[in-house]
């Protein structure tokens, strides 16, 4: 297992890295996170026929295992809607919104789903890399935990702790967390890791002689801090945001993104954030919206009062003015349910019940409803999109028959995503949608060609979706990046981090030793 002295030290990265290290290493592995607290979540595999939600970290952690996301590897997720409450997710599936100190409570009947799933991995996998969730040494949060140490000892599983030194204070970090641990704790402890290093190893290395002094633990690697990866972001908009990116000589698109208290999914806008001719931005509290070719409202976990924050910023104004100048807009899932007359939710799913005006730019209407929609999805761009000057109604709306693939059907451009929406919009705007997936269509266009929005995540992934996407928001002879391509080569330079920086003997030991133990 995996843990972090602090949150954002490298526990995400450092499983996807050790996964990757072992599939060379010819081992079937799996990664586990017991319990999450995101509002980025991926679609998988439940294990009933159908699908459910985990982490993106998870997701992108299977992607370096090289098999299928699964419910299994992220049993409890928590996805705020409040700054005091969070939806809560079992196995891939809502049972309802809790308070902090409900669910406090709970976490006993959440520990069950969690050595339940945790127990099917283990029959199926030859190792399974454990990630925890912030840091164990949170004294407030000990009591049933079942995200860090809790469960460390639940199934006796050994444990190294990562420590960013990037942020200052690297050792004061590791033995301050150790010295919290019980005895049994610090016992299951193996090693350190310490994360995003950069400078002379040789400065370190006193520093590394009396940490292992100090505690008769051993420093399994100093990581080196690597620029330009590109991996899924677990949950907050990462620190990195601002990319390390060379453009392009000539047009550039600009692009921005709003961002709300509880946008979700953000990694949609990774492959602009690596655009070569698009500078894109995100757009935060008390910032005014620039002039810009482009805005992008992303999803939401809580629609109504996100969308309440977008008019206390003024941010409404903005884009009215925006589109008064002939630009262009897009939403995604929440923020395409924004863009309508009406988003209500009668049974507070995501807050108080109640119903909210929309932005008004789409004929269409919004109802939030307990049947949430997860699919991994396929299709094709509209014709108008894709090709700019076409009429998208005259593309069939029937779905896709089955084995069909969209470009063959479709004679258009592909799109591949998922979907994960609690919202069932209904309206006029509809008749013009965005994409025809395999189950329908999907999304609306505006009369006037300047606003659309639809339900599909990673929207923009697929390099000649995106292409599509930028030339109607104005771009000439885009080139868009191959996110996946960029993300599969990240994981691979992860790997040979681990296998040049890593005492990887000592690794293979502990992970050895545990899976002897447990058998």
């Given at each position: 297992?995996?843990?972090?002295?602090?949150?954002?030290?490298?526990?995400?990265?450092?499983?996807?890295?050790?996964?990757?290290?072992?599939?060379?290493?010819?081992?079937?592995?799996?990664?586990?996170?017991?319990?999450?607290?995101?509002?980025?979540?991926?679609?998988?595999?439940?294990?009933?026929?159908?699908?459910?939600?985990?982490?993106?970290?998870?997701?992108?952690?299977?992607?370096?295992?090289?098999?299928?996301?699964?419910?299994?590897?992220?049993?409890?997720?928590?996805?705020?809607?409040?700054?005091?409450?969070?939806?809560?997710?079992?196995?891939?599936?809502?049972?309802?919104?809790?308070?902090?100190?409900?669910?406090?409570?709970?976490?006993?009947?959440?520990?069950?789903?969690?050595?339940?799933?945790?127990?099917?991995?283990?029959?199926?996998?030859?190792?399974?890399?454990?990630?925890?969730?912030?840091?164990?040494?949170?004294?407030?949060?000990?009591?049933?935990?079942?995200?860090?140490?809790?469960?460390?000892?639940?199934?006796?599983?050994?444990?190294?702790?990562?420590?960013?030194?990037?942020?200052?204070?690297?050792?004061?970090?590791?033995?301050?967390?150790?010295?919290?641990?019980?005895?049994?704790?610090?016992?299951?402890?193996?090693?350190?890791?310490?994360?995003?290093?950069?400078?002379?190893?040789?400065?370190?290395?006193?520093?590394?002689?009396?940490?292992?002094?100090?505690?008769?633990?051993?420093?399994?690697?100093?990581?080196?801090?690597?620029?330009?990866?590109?991996?899924?972001?677990?949950?907050?908009?990462?620190?990195?945001?601002?990319?390390?990116?060379?453009?392009?000589?000539?047009?550039?698109?600009?692009?921005?993104?709003?961002?709300?208290?509880?946008?979700?999914?953000?990694?949609?806008?990774?492959?602009?954030?690596?655009?070569?001719?698009?500078?894109?931005?995100?757009?935060?509290?008390?910032?005014?919206?620039?002039?810009?070719?482009?805005?992008?409202?992303?999803?939401?976990?809580?629609?109504?009062?996100?969308?309440?924050?977008?008019?206390?910023?003024?941010?409404?104004?903005?884009?009215?003015?925006?589109?008064?100048?002939?630009?262009?807009?897009?939403?995604?899932?929440?923020?395409?349910?924004?863009?309508?007359?009406?988003?209500?939710?009668?049974?507070?799913?995501?807050?108080?019940?109640?119903?909210?005006?929309?932005?008004?730019?789409?004929?269409?209407?919004?109802?939030?409803?307990?049947?949430?929609?997860?699919?991994?999805?396929r299709g094709a761009l509209s014709q108008e999109i894709a090709h700019?000057?076409?009429?998208?109604?005259?593309?069939?709306?029937?779905?896709?028959?089955?084995?069909?693939?969209?470009?063959?059907?479709?004679?258009?451009?592909?799109?591949?995503?998922?979907?994960?929406?609690?919202?069932?919009?209904?309206?006029?705007?509809?008749?013009?949608?965005?994409?025809?997936?395999?189950?329908?269509?999907?999304?609306?266009?505006?009369?006037?060609?300047?606003?659309?929005?639809?339900?599909?995540?990673?929207?923009?992934?697929?390099?000649?979706?995106?292409?599509?996407?930028?030339?109607?928001?104005?771009?000439?002879?885009?080139?868009?990046?191959?996110?996946?391509?960029?993300?599969?080569?990240?994981?691979?330079?992860?790997?040979?981090?681990?296998?040049?920086?890593?005492?990887?003997?000592?690794?293979?030991?502990?992970?050895?030793?545990?899976?002897?133990?447990?058998?």
């Amino acid at each position: 297992m995996v843990q972090g002295c602090t949150s954002d030290a490298g526990k995400s990265t450092l499983v996807a890295a050790i996964c990757r290290w072992l599939v060379r290493q010819g081992v079937n592995v799996a990664p586990f996170k017991p319990q999450n607290m995101a509002l980025n979540a991926a679609v998988a595999d439940d294990g009933r026929g159908g699908f459910g939600e985990i982490g993106r970290a998870q997701a992108a952690q299977a992607a370096a295992c090289r098999i299928a996301p699964h419910t299994d590897m992220n049993p409890v997720l928590l996805k705020p809607n409040t700054d005091v409450g969070a939806q809560v997710i079992i196995q891939g599936h809502a049972i309802g919104n809790m308070s902090a100190l409900d669910y406090h409570t709970y976490k006993s009947t959440a520990q069950a789903a969690v050595l339940e799933s945790f127990a099917r991995l283990r029959t199926r996998y030859e190792a399974v890399i454990v990630e925890g969730a912030g840091s164990p040494a949170e004294i407030n949060l000990r009591a049933n935990d079942i995200a860090n140490m809790g469960f460390a000892e639940a199934v006796d599983c050994p444990v190294i702790i990562v420590a960013d030194i990037d942020r200052g204070g690297v050792f004061a970090h590791i033995v301050g967390t150790l010295e919290l641990l019980s005895e049994s704790e610090q016992a299951r402890v193996k090693g350190f890791v310490i994360n995003r290093f950069r400078g002379d190893i040789a400065l370190l290395q006193n520093g590394l002689d009396w940490l292992e002094e100090r505690t008769g633990k051993p420093v399994l690697g100093v990581l080196p801090y690597l620029r330009g990866l590109q991996l899924e972001a677990e949950d907050g908009i990462s620190r990195d945001a601002v990319r390390d990116v060379t453009h392009a000589d000539g047009q550039r698109l600009r692009v921005i993104a709003p961002v709300t208290p509880r946008i979700s999914n953000h990694t949609d806008f990774d492959a602009l954030r690596q655009h070569p001719q698009v500078d894109f931005r995100f757009i935060g509290p008390d910032e005014q919206i620039p002039a810009a070719d482009l805005i992008i409202l992303p999803g939401s976990k809580a629609v109504r009062a996100d969308l309440g924050f977008l008019r206390q910023q003024g941010w409404d104004k903005a884009i009215a003015r925006h589109l008064r100048y002939g630009g262009r807009l897009i939403g995604i899932c929440g923020g395409f349910q924004m863009l309508g007359l009406e988003v209500s939710d009668p049974a507070g799913l995501e807050g108080m019940p109640g119903s909210s005006e929309g932005l008004g730019w789409l004929d269409m209407t919004t109802e939030l409803k307990d049947d949430k929609q997860l699919r991994n999805v396929r299709g094709a761009l509209s014709q108008e999109i894709a090709h700019g000057d076409a009429d998208p109604l005259l593309l069939p709306l029937e779905p896709l028959g089955e084995g069909k693939i969209a470009r063959d059907l479709y004679r258009d451009i592909a799109v591949a995503g998922y979907e994960i929406h609690a919202g069932v919009t209904q309206g006029a705007a509809l008749a013009r949608p965005v994409l025809h997936l395999e189950h329908g269509p999907d999304g609306a266009i505006s009369d006037d060609n300047q606003v659309l929005g639809c339900y599909l995540h990673s929207l923009f992934d697929m390099p000649e979706a995106c292409n599509a996407f930028m030339a109607w928001a104005g771009l000439t002879a885009p080139r868009s990046p191959d996110i996946a391509a960029m993300r599969e080569a990240s994981i691979e330079r992860l790997a040979d981090m681990v296998a040049e920086h890593m005492d990887t003997q000592k690794l293979m030991t502990i992970l050895d030793n545990s899976v002897g133990k447990s058998a």
